[in-house]
DNA sequence: AATATTTTTTAGTCTTATCTAAATTTATTT
DNA sequence: AAATAAATTTAGATAAGACTAAAAAATATT
């Protein structure tokens, strides 16, 4: 069993990870636990010592086989209780992160297979974030950033590159959602912002808005 | 907000203080928590000094309106997430007490009161402990012993004084479950066992598991 | 290549919640 | 009323996880 502090640790590794390539560095983990580098690298020998991660020092860390089980497992739990506060507490979407946070830690074999069967086994949380199966395997679909699509093309509302809770809160008063239909009518030259059509409205989103869509192309012959 | 600990002091000292009407003392405190009447000493001083119990070296404790309150809370979250896992996700009732220990640590001001709309305001937890309404109030019927009535008497089983799993699974085999109704036939002058009978069976418990019993007595004018 | 800056690690401290062993107080026997 | 036993508290230690300040290593700049 890891403690909770571990487990946090070895999730946010496991995402920023994911994020960049290279070894993930100390600051960056830091940054993200907000917390000090200090106590970063005390909880880094830690995990290193309990071969959940491996780690040179001044060289940034890498998860092990073991360590990315751990933090799929943790992240599973995650988003399948943000599933649940969402679709059977009636949550709304920028609402349910702070006490997914607290429930990902509770430990029991059972209880999170329960809950997926329960829930319908769902695929994605209420941000569009792929929720890991049983084994750990994503429902792997390549999104990409709506920033990168060109004039003309349409696609689906998949994912959020950014869930925190005032990017939420914007999306909610433009009334997107996940699974809405986008089609890109127009990019300024001048300061990348978007125009973009969705199934009710046409109205601009700035380049940073755009950058944090992640969208699932739609392939026209079909 | 209080700790994990606190409040697992607090409950226990709650529903010690409801057992016996005297002051709780150390070393009872100490057996329930599995922990050691030093460690239980130091934490009674850090509760007294936050106003959650009233305490005199050496004279036990007695948990204050504040105190009590946030007992009642944890008590509330702890049935009503057993209510969860046993209505909602299946498990048994043997099954559910050390998943809710740590579910009723999570800590949402909203969460709660949700959860309980979501199973429909149960008024009783899987063992028939009653669950504290959101004021805190419980759903206050007296139920006694089956070790106190008489030859002749009925009632309906509606709750356990002892929840070890070790009980509720001795319940399962003999098909006993929360509402049965049931009849006190015989009294053995010997040992105190009591000759039952339910809807299905007639049958001898002993003594011990009639003192664990308690009954919801039938008055025969309704 | 030498210097300056940034990043990371080490050293030492703090808080919370435990523990063991010893001292003290209260309760029970003789 | 002593003496003994039991319950409770104190004293001192430990472990996890965090922090600040200082040292060391890696990068970037001149
Ligand atoms: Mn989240
Ligand atoms: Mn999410
Ligand atoms: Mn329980
Ligand atoms: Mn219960």
């Known amino acids: 069993m890891y403690s909770q502090s571990e487990e946090n640790y070895l999730k946010v590794i496991f995402t920023l990870q994911k994020a960049e390539e290279a070894p993930v560095n100390t600051n960056l ?22 071969d959940l991660l491996s780690y040179k020092p001044y060289q940034g860390v890498k998860l092990t086989e073991t360590g990315r089980s751990i933090a799929l497992k943790v992240l599973r739990k995650h988003r399948l209780w943000e599933f ?10 920028d609402e349910v992160h702070e006490i997914a946070e607290q429930l990902e830690h509770v430990k029991s074999d059972s209880l999170i297979d329960k ?6 086994l769902p695929k994605y ?3 569009g974030d792929p929720i890991p199966d049983k084994d750990g395997n ?21 994912g959020l590159k950014d869930s925190s809770n005032v990017f939420l ?8 959602v996940i699974d809405d239909q986008i089609e890109v009518v127009d ?14 409205e046409t109205f601009y989103i700035s380049e940073q808005v755009a950058k944090n869509l992640l969208i699932k192309r739609m392939n026209d012959e079909l």
């Open 169 to 176: 809160k914007y999306l909610d008063r433009k009334n997107m």
């Open 29 to 50: 983990i830091a940054e993200k636990l907000s917390t000090k580098a200090s106590s970063v690298t005390d909880m880094i020998k830690k995990l290193s010592a309990k």
């Open 115 to 120: 809950l997926d069967y329960f829930l319908g």
């Open 187 to 200: 990019i300024e030259k001048f300061d990348q912002s978007v125009l973009i059509k969705t199934n009710w």
């Open 138 to 158: 994503f429902a792997g679909e390549e999104l990409i950033s709506l920033k990168n699509m060109e004039i003309g093309e349409r696609g689906i509302l998949k």
């Open 84 to 93: 649940f506060l969402v679709d059977k507490l009636h949550y709304k979407w």
């Open 125 to 127: 949380d209420p941000h």
